[in-house]
């Protein structure tokens, strides 16, 4: 009875294919990700506004700096990884057309000329030692239907992988653009610890200035006019170190936007830094906004393509095939009636035993497709953790930066406060390095929390797509 019934549906799959063409294998579903309501990170720090604020395309235009606009726009152009990304973008799209190309009959012409002679073989008839002129020009044409959807779940799978590469296009587009502006930011906090190492510098020459004067009108010993100098050349010796780190970074960012270190010249400014608000939306939303998770699970659809591909080799495969043209054996006779000749008909195959080949295909390809089931929900808990932990850093390096802050305006005062003392002979002059080494180590953690939370808010633009949308995906068909 099974028989029976496989055998109807054989019958009745084979006949709809001759007029449409049957689709073996599953059609693809995109399984469901570990999602959540929220993120918990958020809490109350998460700002109330809408998610427009965030810009799209342009993100880091949010940031209100002209010349990291500059810089940034030049990735987009220059920069030799989205370069790359591009250009296996171009071949996966070339990729689809081979593809397409499979649904449509081949058509070929040749035109041959030779010269042959047989030998005359003893015991049999019809072999003449005469030199015989053929003269051939066919034209063959065949076609092979899909039935089973082979071609199509091959194009099928083919347009997913385009997908992905314009996916990975995007990524690493954003991948340069959020290196870049976390580089240049890096550069900013390198220019105010110069800045404030160089303000330093200005203080202990005046310390130190002081202290000559008193060691001079005997009231300094010489071990505090030694302690005030060796202050005022350790602090300019860590102004000169920054150069380096500045110059590296300078040099990083050239690499960036497509040039070589000798081409960039970045000069120092005395830039506001500011954190800006950054919505982050809902969980669910980075299924769409981050170009990663969007080239994960369209890697999925190329997979799940596949075992169709690897089901319909079970199958048999119908050609059909005609040729004519013109045979002769004399040039004159060659394009005349007589010497047409035309044949047509179809030609059936299928595979009787292959040893477990089409089965062991079709299981790697299920294999595949499970694996690519893992990396894509991968992809998106490692999207929620990188949300969640640049959330986290926000929260806490602002209200960490807010009680640096308060440090830093008790250290100064600290300062003016030992200082006058000094002056007044009430302390030594160790009294004023102690006070004015904690009042340059607090304003310089004050500099470098600013850089981590910089780099925290342009990471979690990051984090959620940079405003990037899956639907750009459906431009690539």
């Excluded at 954003?174 to 906090?189: E, G, H, K, P, T």
Aim: charged share 15%; hydrophobic share 45%; with cysteine.
């Amino acid at each position: 009875m099974k028989s029976n019934y496989f055998s109807a549906g054989m019958f009745a799959c084979g006949a709809f294919a001759l007029l449409g063409g049957c689709m073996v294998g599953p059609n693809y579903v995109r399984p469901p990700a570990p999602t959540a309501p929220a993120f918990k990170e958020a809490g109350d720090w998460k700002p109330a506004q809408p998610s427009d604020a965030v810009s799209r395309g342009q993100w880091w235009e949010i940031f209100g700096d002209a010349r990291l606009n500059a810089l940034a726009d030049q990735v987009n152009v220059s920069n030799e990884n989205v370069r790359f990304a591009e250009a296996k973008l171009r071949q996966a799209e070339a990729l689809v057309e081979q593809s397409r190309a499979g649904l449509w009959p081949t058509l070929a012409i040749s035109a041959t000329a030779t010269r042959s002679r047989s030998p005359n073989v003893a015991g049999t008839s019809g072999n003449s030692t005469v030199p015989v002129n053929v003269y051939n020009l066919p034209l063959t044409a065949s076609w092979a239907p899909d039935l089973w959807g082979s071609v199509r779940r091959t194009i099928e799978g083919n347009v997913a992988n385009a997908q992905t590469s314009a996916a990975n296009v995007a990524n690493a587009r954003l991948l340069a653009q959020s290196q870049l502006a976390i580089n240049y930011f890096q550069l900013r906090v390198l220019d105010a610890r110069k800045r404030l190492l160089d303000e330093s510098v200005a203080a202990y020459q005046k310390s130190l200035d002081l202290t000559r004067n008193r060691y001079n009108a005997g009231v300094a010993a010489r071990v505090e006019l030694v302690q005030a100098d060796t202050q005022l050349k350790s602090t300019q010796a860590q102004a000169i170190d920054v150069g380096v780190q500045r110059a590296q970074v300078e040099h990083a960012i050239a690499i960036l936007i497509g040039k070589s270190p000798a081409e960039l010249a970045i000069p120092p400014e005395n830039t506001a830094l500011e954190i800006p608000a950054i919505p982050a939306g809902v969980p669910s939303q980075l299924l769409e906004r981050r170009p990663d998770i969007a080239a994960a699970e369209r890697q999925m659809a190329a997979a799940n393509a596949q075992i169709g591909v690897a089901q319909a080799a079970y199958f048999p495969t119908l050609t059909l095939s005609a040729t004519t043209g013109f045979r002769a054996n004399s040039p004159p006779d060659w394009f005349t009636i007589p010497s047409r000749f035309w044949s047509v008909g179809p030609a059936l195959a299928e595979t009787l035993f292959d040893g477990g080949a089409r089965r062991a295909v079709s299981k790697q390809a299920q294999a595949a497709y499970d694996a690519n089931v893992s990396t894509y929900r991968q992809t998106v808990l490692t999207a929620f953790q990188q949300v969640e932990d640049n959330l986290a850093a926000l929260r806490i390096l602002e209200q960490e930066a807010a009680t640096q802050t308060e440090a830093v305006q008790a250290a100064r005062q600290s300062t003016e406060l030992t200082l006058n003392q000094y002056k007044a002979g009430t302390v030594n002059y160790l009294s004023v390095v102690v006070v004015q080494t904690a009042q340059l180590n607090n304003e310089a953690t004050a500099v470098t929390l600013l850089g981590q939370r910089l780099t925290a808010a342009v990471t979690l633009v990051q984090a959620l797509g940079g405003g990037w949308s899956a639907t750009q995906l459906s431009s690539v068909k």
